[in-house]
């Protein structure tokens, strides 16, 4: 007899623009299971999961919810289909309390009767054995506070599948056991469970069965009881791809960059980097590698003196000899102690690149208070755009073009061409490729074995193992916040990579002997 | 909901334009220009029972049809293209400076009180650069207020400086108190009316010339600011994001104040050229709801000088022709308002279609 | 005494405008709108009661006061309300933005008020000379029995319906925030329209409908100073700058319509208090004029340097909102 599935997906297809998220993805949840969706950043979970709650509609594919094929084009829609999802980035309203945030949006008597609400939250979270005071007011509650009124909401409206999107991530490991234990309450009583990771021993603890994607396709369904650390983490990286990247032994390298065991939190008060230390030479390529928002960010941003840092110095040693102490700088203060640190930020036109300005404009964002004139001076800058648009074969109408209106390859060329203009002792890259065709992404390796050969110390954060392996020298591996080891590229694997990115402790392989019996 | 009631929703969807040719957004502003004209020409007609185009002529008629109403409305054209002249830096930085009209007050308050104390102390040209300085500096103190509060507790500019609005006027009338002339009737009456001193000067024979040069001179020197000064540059990323701001080092407090000191500034100066320049004495309607105006002004010509210019124009020739009709057919002079305000909706709701596609999409399949 | 009685009433008569205007502006920035066309939106609402009383009473020998306040009151919710749907349709469905329509909507609801007040002032046969005696004569009637009441009388039962009404209506919009479903939504819906979004709530009908709403409510202060304030006639430029201090007054309110309610009469009070504080001169007169505003740069101010989170304005004040913005 054929069980009918809870979520059925055939052949769902979504692009956004040239970019294919998910290339024709085949997947199932059964009733009263947990399944973990496994895949690296980028793979298209999240995506995938977005069609299934509304927010994108998916461009090819069937939708099949409870044997039925639906069509979900809002929210409401995935609600009325009983689908409740917990967005990484929750969905609350601060200055409203948890009991008013979890009725929101709901038909019902037309006065709010908030004591009997009260009541019935407090019989579901004692059914599933939540913690939380309805009263409360969001903008009091810590993040996994947050999470639980996210989880109730979900489930005051009645939903019996729900998915939950990386929902460890903003987790203590106590947090994390409570609310594993919520979840298998919810298992028992016949809910059906999506949880996005990445994280493999979570994975293997909790759920049922495991799909993993990797880079927007569908590359299989296997049993839990069935999988190792290891056969996942094969599945979720895949076969090593030899890159063609020239890559040459390091030279003449000396020490440039130093953390010493730097503490940064973010805006909500987090720790984003714990006691980190590591040394950056010039004349090779660092590369770092971690699961998104394991630091990495913070990191680079630390050294450009864009981040408060809570404990710990950085150090910069010059070519000549000297030593600046910069972890108390701000940018501009680097700056004009002449240090020329290059950044590639990330956020390319939220932070790097200033989106409505042409390329002219954009080349003097980080250099037009030279000089003491009133006026600025666009000649330089004008040439630098033309010399870049020619040595890096920038497709642009023009250099009076708003950079906004380049493709994204163009736009990071630009952006790593004014970078590297500037002679930089030390560059920084963030996602240098992410979102590139082929060609541009090999044009920007080019360019940071150049600066390699040059004598530059290069620091990337990457995101495809892939790439880290074939480009860098060494490679540095985050894992929420702490530096979990620095590897040499030359010789470990994606594997051992991967392991070190995901599992809850350097000992990686020996947590993997204990639940993977 | 129901499944079937989601379903019967229209499926309309509003895509970005990621951009536009030039000649197509013109022609998406004229379409929206001849629709409200033509809506304004209905309405008229309704008010007249006469023919649009006798209307229409009579518009032309009022706003440019003799010298005297060619030079009222280059005046206030004029005047109105430097107060959003001086409100671009403000707007270019995300800064809703929508107290011009208190800046202007300000501005012109200095103006009068220069020209009724100093009226005979010192040589005209001197007394009118001691205005430009002094009149200036009040509107700068006016814009300085909201931003540092802005800056350094984010204070809520756009109410800030509304209420700062009202502030200026009550302070004008309290100067009126001092400077009412005759005594009684609650007005300042023409300042220096029988020695002209502090008054704009003719050149070449007319009245208005010096005001347009001066406005003319402050756009240019705002668009030179703004496109080729370093702190133009400053104020353009600060803007565009605070992020990158931060990126490029630059002090975004700092910019924030110096911006809207400039901008209150200039703002004062309009003052002045009110004063000084036009109409020679100081009321609570001084300002005349213009710094509201060209608040929409600076906001449609998406800061572009020249298309300032036209749109201050385009909609002081209505304003002063609706006038000229509005006497014709025996209507109060507030039908301009009307009118402008009709052209306005008509003005800002076509950038809609500028920025945005808007395509229908049938739904696939429906569920049953 | 009688002074301070005489004080207070004219303070309670002055806020009632500003308590219309400024529950319509509640109502409106709590769906994230912030209408700088109030004002605007309070002259089309004042001149078109009294235009349709006008030409009611014109239309008919004998006049009855109750048809008159009906008509008046409809029209003025109509216009108000139209005034309210163009800045809906430009700011949310056409997305422009808000202040600019603001701006340009006030500029036009005065520029309406003005002209057909001054053109119905002709007909009537001059400045002033409008009355429509028979409408406001129902507008301004006072409760018989509890006014005779000496100095409570005077206090609290002297003034025509609308009076109450605007403070009943304060009450209730405050319920209905506070205590309804819908009001739940509407607030959610200006603190972060996305989540609301996400809760399955209609973002844009929640929006019209309170903009809307609020329009007709702040018309209704328009149509106050006409008729019970000014007793049923019309001039120019006489209803001021109620409006602004109405926007003034949500500020001072911190966006609760029962604080509304104390800040009108309060504002109502500094608007006149120049007249009643012995030993002004002319001069400092006009300072004392000044203090509504100052009092709500301070409160502005102090709000936001202590940053309390019941006390900011809705969080997506003056942004408009679209789901797939991609």
């Given at each position: 007899m054929e069980q009918i599935n809870a979520i059925e997906l055939k052949n769902v297809t979504k692009r956004f623009g040239e970019v294919i998220a998910n290339d024709s993805v085949n997947f199932s949840v059964r009733k009263g299971e947990i399944l973990s969706v496994l895949g690296e950043n980028g793979s298209g979970k999240t995506t995938l999961m977005n069609m299934l709650s509304g927010i994108y509609f998916p461009d090819e594919g069937q939708i099949f919810i409870n044997g039925n094929e639906v069509m979900i084009r809002s929210p409401k829609d995935s609600f009325a289909l009983g689908i409740g999802m917990i967005h990484q980035h929750f969905k609350l309203i601060d200055i409203l309390t948890a009991a008013e945030n979890i009725i929101l949006g709901l038909q019902g008597s037309k006065t709010l009767k908030m004591n009997q609400v009260h009541e019935e939250i407090n019989k579901l979270t004692a059914e599933y054995g939540f913690d939380l005071n309805p009263s409360q007011k969001i903008y009091n509650m810590s993040v996994s506070q947050k999470q639980t009124v996210e989880i109730v909401k979900v489930l005051y409206r009645g939903a019996d599948i729900l998915i939950l999107d990386e929902p460890t991530a903003v987790l203590t490991p106590q947090e994390t056991k409570k609310l594993f234990d919520v979840l298998r309450n919810m298992k028992k009583a016949g809910k059906s469970i999506i949880i996005i990771t990445h994280k493999l021993n979570e994975v293997l603890e909790l759920s049922d069965r495991v799909t993993v994607l990797r880079k927007g396709k569908y590359i299989g369904t296997v049993n839990t009881a069935e999988a190792t650390a290891d056969s996942l983490t094969e599945m979720m990286v895949g076969e090593k791809v030899k890159l063609d990247i020239d890559r040459t032994e390091p030279s003449n390298t000396e020490k440039r960059i130093e953390m010493r065991g730097i503490t940064c939190r973010n805006r909500e008060g987090l720790k984003v980097l714990k006691e980190a230390s590591f040394q950056a030479y010039s004349g090779e390529i660092l590369g770092i590698a971690g699961i998104a928002g394991s630091g990495q960010k913070e990191l680079l941003e630390a050294i450009a003196g864009l981040q408060t840092i809570e404990s710990g110095e950085i150090l910069y040693y010059a070519p000549d000899g000297s030593t600046n102490k910069i972890s108390d700088m701000k940018a501009t203060d680097i700056r004009e102690l002449k240090i020329h640190l290059s950044f590639v930020p990330e956020d390319r036109l939220g932070m790097g690149l200033v989106g409505s300005m042409d390329l002219t404009d954009n080349m003097m964002l980080r250099s037009y208070k030279e000089g003491k004139h009133f006026f600025v001076d666009r000649k330089k800058p004008k040439n630098l755009a033309n010399s870049i648009v020619e040595k890096l074969d920038v497709i642009t109408p023009g250099v009076d073009t708003p950079v906004r209106h380049l493709s994204g390859g163009n736009v990071q060329k630009v952006l790593v061409g004014r970078e590297i203009a500037s002679n930089p002792t030390v560059l920084m890259v963030a996602y240098p490729v992410r979102g590139l065709d082929i060609n541009s992404s090999y044009t920007i390796y080019n360019l940071l074995n150049e600066q390699k050969e040059k004598g530059v110390a290069v620091i990337c954060v990457g995101e495809d193992l892939d790439v880290l392996l074939d480009l860098c020298d060494r490679i540095l591996v985050l894992n929420s916040g702490r530096v979990a080891g620095v590897l040499d590229a030359r010789k470990t694997t994606k594997e051992e990579i991967g392991l070190m990115m995901t599992s809850d402790r350097k000992g990686a392989h020996k947590h993997e002997q204990r639940s993977g019996k | 909901m129901s499944k079937e009631a989601a379903n019967k929703e229209v499926f309309l969807r509003m895509t970005k334009r990621d951009s536009i040719s030039k000649r197509k957004a013109w022609a998406i502003r004229g379409i929206a220009v001849v629709l409200s004209l033509i809506l304004c020409a209905l309405i008229i007609v309704a008010l007249t029972n006469d023919n649009p185009f006798q209307v229409y002529l009579g518009i032309i008629d009022g706003a440019v049809g003799r010298k005297r109403r060619f030079w009222v409305t280059v005046r206030e054209t004029m005047v109105l293209l430097i107060i959003a002249v001086g409100l671009t830096p403000a707007f270019k930085m995300r800064f809703w400076n929508i107290g011009a009209e208190g800046q202007i007050l300000m501005g012109g308050t200095a103006t009068a009180a220069m020209m009724i104390y100093f009226g005979n102390a010192m040589p005209n040209w001197l007394l009118l650069l001691v205005i430009f300085i002094v009149s200036s500096l009040a509107g700068m103190l006016w814009g300085l207020l909201p931003a540092v509060f802005k800056a350094y507790y984010n204070t809520n500019e756009t109410l800030f400086t509304l209420m700062l609005n009202y502030v200026a006027m009550q302070i004008v009338t309290f100067c009126i108190v001092f400077w009412e002339n005759p005594a009684g009737s609650n007005t300042v009456g023409i300042i220096n009316g029988a020695t002209r001193k502090g008054w704009f000067r003719n050149i070449f024979g007319q009245q208005y010339v010096l005001n347009v040069i001066i406005v003319l001179i402050m756009t240019l020197a705002v668009y030179l600011y703004m496109k080729h000064s370093k702190q133009g540059y400053e104020i353009a990323v600060v803007g565009e994001s605070q992020n990158t701001a931060k990126y490029a080092g630059i002090n975004v407090k700092k910019v924030i104040i110096r911006t809207m000191m400039i901008s209150g500034g200039i703002c004062g100066l309009a003052g002045s050229i009110i004063v000084s320049g036009a109409s020679h004495t100081i009321s609570t309607s001084t300002a005349g709801g213009r710094g509201f105006t060209a608040i929409i002004v600076a906001w449609m010509s998406k800061f572009n000088p020249v298309a300032m210019l036209l749109v201050s124009a385009f909609l002081v020739f209505m304003q002063q022709g609706s006038i000229q009709i509005a006497s014709q057919y025996g209507l109060n002079e507030n039908a301009s308002d009307i009118i402008t305000g009709i052209l306005l909706f008509f003005l800002i709701g076509c950038e809609f279609f500028i920025n945005y596609k808007v395509e229908f999409r049938k739904s696939k399949k429906e569920v049953q | 005494m009688s002074l301070l009685l005489t004080f207070l009433q004219n303070a309670i008569s002055q806020g009632v405008s500003i308590l219309f205007g400024a529950s319509g502006e509640i109502v409106t920035e709590k769906s994230g709108n912030l209408n700088l066309g109030i004002p605007g939106i309070m002259y089309m609402g004042g001149i078109s009661g009294l235009m349709a009383a006008f030409f009611y009473e014109k239309s008919t020998g004998h006049p009855n006061a109750f048809i008159g306040l009906l008509i008046s009151l409809l029209v003025t919710m109509l216009a108000s309300a139209f005034g309210g749907l163009i800045y809906s349709v430009l700011t949310i469905t056409l997305r422009a933005n808000q202040n600019v329509v603001g701006l340009a909507l006030t500029t036009f609801g005065v520029g309406f008020g003005n002209f057909f007040g001054g053109s119905i002032s002709k007909l009537a046969?001059?400045?002033?000379?409008?009355?429509?005696k028979t409408t406001a004569s129902a507008y301004r009637a006072k409760i018989p029995g509890l006014s005779g009441i000496p100095v409570i009388g005077d206090l609290l039962f002297s003034y025509g319906f609308l009076t109450y009404f605007s403070v009943i209506l304060a009450v209730l919009l405050a319920f209905f925030l506070k205590k309804t479903r819908k009001g739940l939504n509407l607030r959610a819906i200006g603190e972060d329209p996305g989540a609301a979004d996400a809760a399955g709530i209609n973002v844009s009908r929640y929006k019209y409908t309170a903009t809307i709403s609020g329009a007709a409510i702040a018309g209704l202060g328009g149509l106050y100073f006409v008729m019970e304030y000014l007793g049923g006639t019309w001039n120019n430029n006489g209803f001021g700058d109620r409006g602004w201090l109405a926007i003034a007054l949500v500020i001072l309110a911190l966006w609760k319509p029962v604080n509304a309610i104390w800040g009108s009469f309060l504002f109502g009070g500094l608007y006149i208090l120049y007249i009643y504080l012995p030993g002004l001169t002319r001069a400092t007169q006009e300072l004392c004029k000044m203090l509504p505003y100052v009092v709500t740069i301070i409160v502005l101010i102090l709000s936001s340097k202590r940053n309390k989170h019941e006390n900011q304005p809705p969080a997506s004040l003056g942004e408009a909102y679209f789901r797939e913005e991609r």
């Open positions: - | - | 046969g001059g400045v002033g000379q409008i009355s429509v």
